[in-house]
């Protein structure tokens, strides 16, 4: 191995061959989106892809890729958005928090798709096709005709729980640094995620006591909201009205519009004519407020917490017991509908904490 090879130069070899192999043929230009998912993707070839003249990418993708440093990518994107720079940097979307595609589903923003030509791995772009050496690593492409079925409203709108796992875990969601990078780059580069939108990051809304750090919505609400105005208050997000900036960008990514719009616009189910509204919120804002077993959510203007928060630090210690804790889950569940107490422990009262809460006293008792 030639000892003057950097780490870079290493993990970042095999993708800069083909890029050297598309410049000679007049064709890396053309590529405007580019999709590196699963790859060997170092923070610096980021930067090149990002700023460097060959290229002209406008929507990259590089979820779950290798070898890639995180704090070295928030430094390329924080310097690319930075306030002194002279122009805007010709990036406009990454999608970097999401799975994988699957397989390299065609997707109804790419109408013009059918021919199944395009790979997942492999980078496309109008005019530009990619030699057939990626093909072996790339996964089959689906010819939109084999769908054949109406799709379902992407995730974000549909899912009521966390919208980066699957199965509601939390594991994927993206570290708390990451909001710092969205709101630096927002209104310049879109990702596969938003900030939260609630209340409690508004320093015009909230008490300085009270609020809380930029952070990225997590837990999706779908169109329904809050049980008991059906809506959120800092307002849903409703598309092709609202800003780029409250819309996550939607897996797969397009192949040819390469614009942001395209890749936000969800794919709606024929008996939707427009998309519903979405509302996203973090999981700090929906502590006490969500039910984690079956979805339900109560707003900050519909409901107070009553004293929950006082009484999780109370009553969570390790010398309190069941007993202790469910004589006063008892008196919050009996007191009137307007104060009572809705989510214990993740759990709404009204119904998942009761249901929890029958075996355990079956078995005490029984
Ligand atoms: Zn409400
Ligand atoms: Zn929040
Ligand atoms: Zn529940």
Redesign the pocket.
């Known amino acids: 191995m030639d000892e003057s090879l950097t780490e870079d130069d290493f993990y970042s070899g095999p993708l800069r061959g083909i890029f050297s192999k598309l410049e000679r043929q007049h064709l890396i230009f053309n590529v405007k989106t580019m999709i590196l998912d699963g790859l060997s993707v170092p923070a610096e070839l980021v930067r090149d892809i990002i700023v460097d003249d060959r290229f002209n990418v406008k929507i990259l993708s590089i979820r779950k890729v290798t070898n890639m440093n995180q704090r070295g990518l928030q430094s390329v994107l924080r310097y690319v958005v930075r306030p002194s720079a002279s122009s805007l940097p010709r990036l406009k979307g990454l999608y970097l928090f999401g799975h994988k595609d699957a397989a390299a589903t065609p997707s109804s923003r790419d109408t013009s798709m059918s021919s199944g030509r395009i790979s997942a791995g492999v980078m496309s772009s109008e005019g530009a096709q990619i030699g057939a050496e990626w093909n072996a690593r790339s996964e089959v492409a689906l010819s939109a005709a084999l769908l054949g079925h109406d799709q379902p409203l992407e995730e974000w709108w549909r899912t009521r729980g966390n919208v980066f796992g699957p199965n509601n875990t939390i594991k994927d969601t993206p570290s708390s640094d990451w909001a710092d990078i969205l709101l630096a780059c927002q209104g310049v580069i879109a990702f596969d995620a938003v900030l939260c939108r609630g209340p409690r990051h508004d320093p015009s809304q909230t008490a300085p006591e009270r609020l809380l750090r930029p952070a990225i919505a997590s837990i999706g609400f779908g169109a329904r909201?809050?049980?008991?105005?059906?809506?959120?208050?800092e307002q849903p997000a409703v598309f092709d009205r609202d800003a780029d900036c409250y819309f996550p960008l939607l897996a797969p990514p397009p192949l040819h519009a390469s614009t942001i719009r395209s890749a936000q616009r969800p794919t709606l189910p024929q008996s939707l004519e427009t998309p519903p509204p979405l509302i996203l919120r973090c999981t700090e804002c929906v502590r006490d407020r969500w039910c984690q077993r079956c979805n339900k959510w109560?707003?900050e203007?519909?409901?107070e917490e009553p004293f929950s928060r006082a009484k999780r630090q109370h009553h969570n210690s390790p010398e309190d017991g069941f007993q202790e804790d469910s004589g006063w889950i008892a008196e919050a569940m009996n007191s009137n509908a307007g104060t009572a107490v809705k989510v214990y422990s993740n759990l709404c009262v009204e119904s998942c904490l009761v249901s929890e809460m029958l075996p355990v006293a079956d078995g005490m008792w029984g």
């Open positions: 909201g809050c049980e008991i105005c059906g809506s959120c208050p109560w707003c203007n519909c409901y």
